[in-house]
């Protein structure tokens, strides 16, 4: 029996392997048109607040899928200023235009969306939580094939709150 076992694994070893050829099945690749909910990607992105304070700002986003076309793009995001003031935390939902397609190296975007936004002192703040709307605008730059750079302006509760991001992101919408 261990002798066998031993033919059958020395065969094995010399018979060259191939790799197989991944074919996505059909429907699988995204449609340019219709909408498409699902979790597409991820960000995670570091700046300024440049509200008053001068605070550090932290950013991660979770891109949620297509409306209608492929440029058109749902994103969640939560966000955190500290030091230099007060804490703020918001997490938001905005709708974003890409300019160009997602096989583009550079593209530029803008976007709305709304925020609720809360902080340290929010217990004793009537108005807390607060509804923000946000204005968004930026691009992303090919980093690799799945990642791009992204620099972002975030302008939040009628521009009261201003942020700038540097950070990295999946392609969204390839």
């Given at each position: 029996m261990?002798i066998?076992?031993?033919?059958c694994?020395?065969c ?5 392997g191939?790799?197989q ?5 059909a ?7 219709g909408t498409r ?8 992105r570091?700046?300024l607040?440049?509200t008053r304070?001068g605070?550090l ?7 949620l ?9 749902l994103?969640a995001?939560a966000?955190?200023s500290?030091f230099n003031g007060p ?6 939902l905005e709708?974003f235009y890409?300019f160009?397609?997602p ?8 976007g709305?969306?709304?925020g ?6 929010c217990s004793a703040d009537?108005?807390?939580p607060?509804l923000?709307p946000?204005v968004?605008?930026g691009?992303?730059?090919r980093f ?6 992204l620099l972002e ?11 700038i991001y ?9």
């Amino acid at each position: 029996m261990r002798i066998s076992l031993v033919v059958c694994l020395a065969c094995l070893a010399g018979v060259p392997g191939s790799a197989q050829v991944y074919e996505p099945p059909a429907g699988a690749i995204a449609p340019d048109r219709g909408t498409r909910l699902g979790l597409d990607g991820f960000g995670v992105r570091g700046g300024l607040d440049f509200t008053r304070h001068g605070r550090l700002a932290l950013g991660a986003t979770l891109d949620l899928g297509q409306l209608v076309t492929s440029r058109v793009r749902l994103r969640a995001s939560a966000e955190l200023s500290v030091f230099n003031g007060p804490n703020v935390y918001v997490g938001s939902l905005e709708t974003f235009y890409y300019f160009t397609g997602p096989a583009e190296g550079t593209r530029p975007y803008a976007g709305l969306g709304l925020g609720l936004a809360g902080g340290t002192a929010c217990s004793a703040d009537p108005q807390c939580p607060d509804l923000w709307p946000n204005v968004v605008l930026g691009f992303e730059l090919r980093f690799r094939p799945t990642f791009n750079w992204l620099l972002e302006y975030h302008g939040m509760d009628l521009l009261r709150e201003n942020r700038i991001y540097v950070g990295l992101t999946t392609r969204a919408g390839g």
